[in-house]
Nanobody, 120 residues
């Protein structure tokens, strides 16, 4: 089974770039049919899908965050990376990396979640 671990700084200053890394084990990020996503949950709110990268390296973003979001990967480390530019306190959330097999609908495997606070 695929296992994911997200990691990165828990505190980011306003206007800076939030960067998180997801390390994948038990499967390759280049495996056919797999999509690797970033999902966040602000305090008191629901889950928000941010974007994803697939096994070919193609990326997809939710329109509301597209202009500020970049998802990339490092295949040599079996990692994928989230960058969210120009952060504000409204970006404070628990950030999760997650994966799904597109052959199996929308069942996700999840990282443990990283609390990120945007504050000066």
């Amino acid at each position: 089974q695929v296992q994911l671990q997200d990691s990165g700084p828990g505190l980011v200053k306003p206007s800076q770039t939030l960067a998180l890394t997801c390390t994948v084990s038990g499967g390759s990020i280049t495996t056919n049919y797999y999509t690797w996503s970033w999902i966040r949950q602000p305090p008191g709110k629901g889950l928000e899908w941010m974007g994803a990268i697939n096994e070919r390296g193609s990326t997809f973003y939710t329109p509301s965050l597209k202009s500020r979001t970049s998802i990339s990967r490092d295949t040599s480390k079996n990692q994928f990376i989230l960058q969210l530019n120009s952060v504000t306190p409204e970006d404070t959330a628990v950030y999760y990396c997650a994966s799904r097999d597109r052959r199996e609908g929308i069942n996700y495997s999840w990282g443990q979640g990283t609390q990120v606070t945007v504050s000066s």
